[in-house]
């Protein structure tokens, strides 16, 4: 790391503010402040890692997170009974899998963990430990004894309900940087009636298809589907179930746009999952096509500031990169080693236009964040 | 026409139909390296298509270059008269340690027995080199001391025997003359022109050397630059997003527009010079006037970014009738162009119909062609009218499926006598250069990290015309790099190294067993 980290100071060096580090969400964790001192959980140690970050003196270094990583196995160790998470479902519904809004509370730590999960459980964790602590705020200006019944089960409702629900909490600061809202249109192909149902989403979950870009892969995930067969919907107006078509779009558009692409798919012919190193690119400025009618700001211009990156052949090995963009500069964190990559280099990671090769570094969640 | 639906789907095409016929691809016109190489490179460069003719005693006049891989390929281009002959290129180029990645000939100075083809290369080098002499010319920025990074566009100067222009991905663009010398040590620059995200510097040595002066444009890659048909614009696409449009010898900026997100890759102008077309990594193709100065429709079909734009002037009609002629190519018959079957015959109602056609190939595989008319051009609509109204009604929908809820707030000026305008010459009417000289959209330009939509620079989506494509089609497996229309046939290329021909509707064809029919 030595020879390694002088160079990348030589390079960030006279461009980086002093005591600037690169990490999203670092401003609103090292911001946390339990209410409790005594208890620790996964939001303590994340913020104390940030917090151990931002008051190293050098500009370069490698700390290693001990304490959140144990953290996450014991709260998983306890969490984790015998149901495991697949590493990717389809939803019952057949519809666009969103795994955003549902919490993933199982969380096996001796297996290759998917990133995509793992960001949701982050999110997710750290949205109900603030929610919790909300709901205490709140109990303590109220009477002890009348009030504990209902903020428990309200505490466990944010954590184990998705969607909608978290509207009706207390939003958190997770929410506000996060959640989006979708409108989910559905048209009684018999009586016509259109019904929409909004619910929320920390992220959006594309499929992907060979030499497309990620605008594309966004129009797929808003394109309408006929509900048939067995999956016909149960029309309220004609009080039974019908034929349908059901489109889902962007209603409120969030402040960091997380756009997970479902690269790890169940083969039916194979019975196991692949991975899909399809080239799909994605701009460094990006516009959503897929706005309902009555989005607010539908024109949003986002820039590309993070991608997760899968590196192997398939679902079950291989490795994860990122580059974050920090202060006009990519850097690529590979582990402990960190590199200053060129923008152009971003190239390499949208994946393979031929099926020959079969390992590839390929982006797997996009983040983009809105600008002004 | 079978292959008339279905655009998106995973079958390659080997025809399509149009208005004017059927157009079909040509399995013995494939160029490539003479030997079969399996296709695993994925960082290599886009595969670019340059073409010439030459006056000479042979049936065969025209020559074709394209760089693939490593190498550069020069041929005797047959077209769609008989198969291609991989085995006797007339030169080929291995390059070590630096790559090519775009091309052009010199049309001023070409013949049968000296061609000059300038070359650009991945490290910034650019070669000057006779394929019929086999000889090196010259060698420019060989020392890389004016530019490191990759060419990303290089031309002859319209007009001029030996001045060139090269765009590189840093962002800056150099004049060179092939007479001068490289020059010792690093070139010194005297300031020139400044304007809004731009600057020109001149050479500053006291004796001549290269380069004659330095643009630098906006932030990040210069991905394509065109001159306009009257010699006297240039158009540059650049990765941050701004097509701009500068007086090429005044060097003055006058007209700029933004991508409605991502870098534009690419830029060319209407055969009259009245119209720039865009595409990019918003996967759009933007229509742009240089006479308003303003976005006047976004075409909607790519499925991921736009690599190659360019207006066929066989197809499109201007006047009455009238062709346009390729201000490039003056050996074009007229008699050649006229459509031979088809339903394209100039009835009374037609006399006064425009319809620019124009096409784009994208990493999508798809080669997607656009008709621009007068539904668009000219909208007939009141001023005014609310865009709510017009997009709900369904009278403006037209034959040409062009989504027409566009411009109310323009009429196009030159209405009227404007569209009787005669086949395309290389003066061009003085208005469309004095139409005001410094837009407002220039002046927006100082603020270049502000680009709300719905500015001139960057209109919402729905205060512009949306195309759709009348062809949409995979042609290829990999990626599309080169497009280029031509009198009988249309080329690509894609990234594995094929150069495909397609033939127009009603030319000659080669037959499997390789006779002329």
Redesign the interface.
């Known amino acids: 790391m030595g020879a390694t980290a002088s160079q990348l100071e030589k390079e960030i060096g006279h461009e980086f503010p002093q005591n600037e580090h690169y990490f999203g969400l670092v401003n609103r964790v090292l911001g946390y402040k339990p209410l409790s001192k005594r208890k620790e959980s996964l939001l303590t140690c994340l913020a104390d890692l940030f917090g151990n970050i931002a008051s190293q003196k050098k500009k370069v270094g490698v700390l290693a997170p001990k304490k959140f990583v144990a953290r996450l196995r014991k709260e998983n160790d306890i969490a984790c009974d015998t149901q495991m998470m697949p590493k990717s479902v389809k939803s019952p519904d057949g519809g666009n899998w969103r795994t955003s809004c549902s919490k993933t509370n199982c969380f096996d730590n001796y297996m290759q963990q998917d990133a995509h999960e793992f960001l949701n459980y982050l999110l997710n964790t750290i949205a109900d430990l603030l929610q919790g602590e909300k709901v205490k705020e709140k109990e303590k200006d109220k009477h002890s004894s009348t009030s504990s019944v209902s903020s428990k089960s309200s505490v466990s409702s944010a954590g184990t309900t998705n969607g909608g629900s978290h509207q009706k909490t207390d939003p958190t600061w997770v929410h506000d940087i996060f959640e989006g809202i979708l409108t989910n249109e559905t048209r009684c192909l018999c009586c016509e009636t259109v019904s929409s149902k909004d619910e929320s989403f920390l992220d959006l979950s594309v499929d992907v298809e060979q030499n497309t870009s990620i605008t594309h892969c966004l129009k797929g995930f808003s394109s309408t589907e006929t509900l048939c067969s067995e999956h016909k919907y149960f029309c309220e107006t004609c009080c039974s179930k019908q034929e349908a078509q059901k489109r889902m779009r962007v209603k409120k558009l969030p402040k960091i746009l997380a756009l997970h692409l479902k690269r790890f798919k169940y083969m039916e012919q194979w019975q196991r999952y692949a991975k899909l190193s399809y080239r799909v690119v994605f701009p460094f400025e990006l516009r959503l096509f897929n706005t309902s009618d009555d989005a607010i700001n539908h024109e949003k211009l986002y820039d590309l500031v993070a991608v997760v990156i899968h590196c192997g052949s398939g679902p079950n090995r291989g490795h994860y990169i990122t580059i974050v963009k920090s202060h006009g500069l990519w850097l690529l964190f590979d582990d402990d080693i960190v590199e200053k990559i060129e923008a152009q280099a971003i190239e390499e990671f949208y994946g393979l236009t031929s099926e020959i090769q079969k390992s590839s570094e390929s982006g797997y969640i996009l983040f983009y964040e809105a600008r002004g | 026409m079978a292959s008339s639906r279905g655009a998106t789907g995973q079958e390659i095409k080997q025809h399509f139909a149009t208005k004017e016929g059927c157009y079909r691809l040509l399995d013995l016109s494939v160029y490539s390296r003479p030997t079969k190489i399996?296709?695993?490179v994925?960082?290599c460069h886009p595969v670019r298509v340059s073409f010439v003719t030459v006056k000479d005693q042979g049936g065969c006049n025209d020559r074709i270059a394209f760089n693939v891989g490593r190498e550069l390929y020069f041929y005797i281009y047959k077209g769609v008269r008989k198969a291609a002959d991989l085995t006797k290129p007339l030169d080929k180029r291995l390059y070590k340690g630096t790559i090519p990645t775009c091309h052009d000939f010199n049309l001023l100075t070409r013949s049968s027995d000296s061609l000059e083809l300038l070359i650009g290369f991945s490290a910034g080098q650019v070669q000057l080199l006779d394929p019929v002499r086999h000889e090196v010319n010259k060698l420019f920025n060989e020392e890389r001391l004016v530019d490191k990074t990759k060419v990303m566009c290089l031309k002859w100067i319209p007009g001029s025997e030996n001045l060139f222009l090269v765009a590189h991905?840093s962002g800056h663009m150099f004049v060179y003359n092939k007479e001068h010398p490289a020059g010792v040590g690093p070139p010194q620059y005297a300031p020139m022109k400044q304007g809004p995200g731009y600057s020109i510097h001149s050479g500053k040595s006291k004796t001549t050397r290269n380069p004659v002066c330095k643009w630098t444009i906006g932030e990040?890659?210069i991905n394509e630059f065109a001159f306009s048909p009257d010699c006297k614009h240039i158009a540059t696409a650049n990765q941050d997003?701004f097509l701009r449009v500068f007086d090429f010898d005044s060097q003055t900026l006058c007209g700029v527009m933004k991508s409605?997100?991502?870098?534009l890759t690419c830029v060319c102008w209407s055969p009259d010079g009245k119209y720039i077309v865009t595409g990019g990594?918003?996967?759009l193709v933007t229509v742009w006037s240089f006479l308003e100065r303003r976005v006047i429709a976004r075409g909607i079909g790519h499925?991921?970014?736009v690599q190659v734009v360019a207006f066929d002037p066989y197809t499109t009609s201007i006047s009455a009738g009238g062709r346009v002629d390729d201000s490039d190519e003056e050996e074009i018959e007229q008699n050649g162009i006229a459509p031979s079957s088809g339903s394209s015959s100039v009835t009374p109602d037609d006399k006064n119909l425009t319809s620019y056609r124009f096409g784009s190939v994208g990493?999508?595989?798809n080669l997607m062609l656009w008709d621009l008319g007068d539904d668009v051009l000219k909208p007939q609509r009141p001023r005014g009218r609310s865009m709510r109204n017009a997009t709900l009604s369904n009278s403006h929908v037209t034959s040409t499926n062009c989504l027409s809820n566009g411009p109310v707030t323009h009429e196009v000026s030159h209405s009227g006598s404007g569209n009787a305008v005669a086949p395309m010459s290389f003066d061009t009417p003085k208005s469309l250069t004095q139409v005001h000289s410094l837009s407002k959209s220039v002046e927006n330009l100082v603020n270049i990290g502000?680009?709300a939509?719905?500015t001139a620079l960057c209109p919402?989506?729905e205060e512009v015309s949306i195309l759709e494509p009348l062809v949409a089609k995979k042609v290829a497996n990999?990626?599309l790099t080169a497009l280029s229309f031509r009198e009988d046939c249309i080329v690509m290329a894609c990234?594995e190294g094929f150069i495909r021909t397609w033939a127009r509707p009603g030319k000659v064809g080669v037959q499997p067993t390789g006779t002329v029919v």
């Not at chain 2, 409605?260 to 870098?263: D, I, T």
């Open positions: 399996p296709y695993s994925q960082q991905e990040g890659s997003g409605y997100f991502g870098g990594e918003d996967d499925t991921s970014w990493q999508d595989t502000n680009v939509p719905g919402k989506m990999e990626r990234h």
